[in-house]
């Protein structure tokens, strides 16, 4: 494994501070508390031949993990960038700093718990050189036993208070399973994205108070509203551990979606639109509350009774930003 990593190293044609010449591709990756699975990610991309022939660099942010990062990207990995934060910045954030610091035309950005499968990047950069109108692409997302998982995502509107927004994104308007090797769509899944540099800095990078969840949907929604394509590559394979990284936090990863998906409504549709919601959701959630104890509790109902419990509690207290995944936020 080391050896195949070392020769891997040898046919890449930048170095890790990219002397040699600029990058056509940066890859991204963002990670917090994720050791393994980063380690298995950037296994993946040192062994892939296929990148050699690109030009490319990898930058690790990393959102002050305590888990030793620090110590297997800069002793295992010396070819990646490692650029440590003092604190967590959250995802928007992390991303902007990312692009800012890549020097490639290119940028793929990437969770810790993604796998790359070998020529299937080079592969998306020959389908992104076709898109020059392209701000934003996405590959189909697999398991690691190749089976399909969901990669577009449906804009979040008040019906999936109401109806199943999976529906959404099952219909063939959403453009999942598509035939073709470039498919336009309205979102897609943040956990491997690919953006050309000079579209992503016209519009600004991600929004930066989205901490985690939806600045990638609201990324896609500010290019296709100022002319640009948001574009789904069905042909191009990425592994995604689908939940790697929130599973052991699964309440306050969907405090957070909460806080990411009201600030979503009052950006794109104003404050009459996110009282409504806001009613909608606080009715359920004490609809649950109230009816959940008379259930036979299982360990799943016991988490999901925590969370609406958490859910009414941050609307009687107004809100705050610091309600989900990081608590310290001010």
């Known amino acids: 494994m ?24 940066s890859i991204v990756i963002i ?13 993946s991309i040192m062994q892939d031949a296929s990148l050699s022939s690109l030009g490319f660099e990898i930058i690790v942010i990393d959102n002050a993990s305590l888990d030793g990062t620090d110590t297997l990207v800069t002793r ?34 990437l969770n810790s718990d993604t796998l790359l499968i070998e020529g299937q990047v080079a592969r998306m950069v020959e ?32 019906s999936d208070e109401f109806f199943s927004r999976s529906l959404r994104e099952r ?14 769509v309205d979102s897609l899944i943040g956990a491997a994205i690919m953006v050309r540099k000079e579209h992503f800095d016209s519009l600004g990078g991600f929004d930066e108070r989205f ?9 896609c929604v ?34 957070e979606y909460n806080i990411s998906l009201r600030k979503f409504f009052l950006k794109h549709h104003g ?3 996110t009282l409504v919601f806001d009613t909608v959701r606080f009715l359920k959630a004490l609809a649950f509350v109230i009816i959940a104890p008379f259930s036979v509790f299982s360990a799943k109902m016991r988490m999901r009774y925590s969370y609406y419990l958490r859910l009414l509690g941050w609307y009687l207290k107004g809100c705050p930003d610091n309600a989900g995944l990081n608590r310290n936020r001010l």
């Open 76 to 109: 295992s990995f010396p070819r990646a960038a490692y650029v440590r934060n003092a604190s967590n910045m959250g995802f928007a954030a992390s991303v902007n700093e990312g692009c800012r610091r890549a020097k490639g035309s290119l940028v793929l950005f």
């Open 171 to 184: 219909s063939p308007r959403a453009g999942e399973g598509t035939a073709g090797p470039c498919v336009d």
């Open 211 to 219: 901490f985690f969840f939806l600045e990638e949907t609201d990324f």
């Open 2 to 25: 080391e050896r195949a990593v070392e020769e891997a190293e040898k046919r890449t044609d930048i170095s890790h501070n990219g002397n040699t010449g600029p990058a056509a591709l």
């Open 127 to 158: 389908l992104a050189g076709g898109l020059p109108d392209a701000a934003i692409m996405g590959p189909q997302l697999v398991y690691e036993d190749l089976r399909r998982q969901r990669s577009v995502s449906a804009v979040p509107g008040l």
């Open 31 to 43: 990670t917090k508390d994720t050791r393994e699975l980063l380690g298995r990610l950037l296994r």
């Open 271 to 273: 404050a009459f639109y």
């Open 222 to 255: 500010r290019a296709r509203h100022s002319g640009l394509r948001v574009v789904f590559l069905p042909d191009v394979k990425m592994v995604h551990l689908q939940g790697g990284t929130v599973r052991k936090t699964w309440v306050d990863g969907r405090m």
